[in-house]
C-alpha cells in the first residue's frame, strides 16, 4: 500500500518506521528532520531498534492509497487542505483532540476514519525517532458501525506489525483517549513530571477529575462513557506509559504552541455545565502559550 504519513513528528515518524517495514511510505514532515530521512535513512530506536528508507518530503504527494494524518491538531486544517488536490482511497486521523475528522472530511473526497493511538514515541534528533512504548491503534468509522474501509486500513497496518483493532465504537473510543489526555497532558506539562507520576502523587487527583467531567461531557452528547471507565483508562495508561513525558510535556519543554484548545479547551467549550478542573488545566496552559509567544 502507498501510504503518506503527513506530520512526521515523533507519532508520525514512529508509525512511518513501523509501516516502512511492510509498505511505500511517504513522511511528509519538516526540515531538517525530512532531509535527513532522505539522507540517511529513519532510525528507530527503543522497544525495538531499526532502520528503514521510507521516502520523505516537505508536500504531500499527488496520490496515495491512504493518508495517515499525525499533525498536531491546530494544524489539521492546514492539512487538510493540502490534501484536498491530493488523489486518496482513504485517511485516518491518529491525533489527538477531538474534532479532526470532520475537519479532514469537509475538504477531501475519500472516506475519513477516525483512529486513537496509544504508541509512545520522541524525536530525539532529526531523522531518529525513539520507540519508548508499543501501544495499539485503533480505527473505524468516526461515527461508529461497521466499515469495510476500516476493515481494509486495519489488515494494512497488522501487516506492518502494528498492533490494531478495527473498532466500531470510535465514538466512545475517541472520548475515552480524549478523558485520558485531558487528564495526563495539561497535569504532567503544568507539573513538569512524566506520566507515571499521576499513579500516586499529589496531581493524581486533578487527573481523575479533568478524566470525570469529559466522561460527563461525552454523556451529554450521547456518547456512552462512565466516570468510572474513564478513570480507568487514565489509571491504565499512566501505568503503560509510566516513563513517559507527555506530547504535552514535550511540547512545552521545547517551547512550542500546545494543543490544549482541542483537549481541555474542547472539553470546557462542548460542556453543557461548569468543567471548572478542564477550565482551570486549559487557562493555566493557555497563560504559559502567551508567556513564550509575547517572548516571556
Ligand atoms: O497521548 C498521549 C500524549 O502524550 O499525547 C498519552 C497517551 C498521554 C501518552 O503520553
Redesign the pocket.
Known sequence: MDIAVVGAGSLGSLLGGLLAREHDVTLVGREPHVGRVRERGLRVTGVESFCVEPAAATEVPDAADLALVAVKSYDTAGAAAALADCALDACLSVQ?GLGNEATLADALDCPVLAGT??Y?ARLTEPGTVAYT?R?EVALGASEGGPSQVAERVGAALDAAGVVTTVAEDMPTRLWG?LA??AA??AT?ALARVE?GALADGPAREVAHDAARETARVARERGVDLADERAVALVES?VAD?AA???????DVADGRRT?VDAINGYVADAAESPVPVNETLARLVRAWERGVSSGG
Open positions: 489527538n493511538c496509544t509512545g512504548g501501544g483517549k485520558v489526555n495526563v497532558n504532567t506520566n495508561v506509559t513517559n513525558r507527555s506530547s504535552m510535556l514535550q494543543e
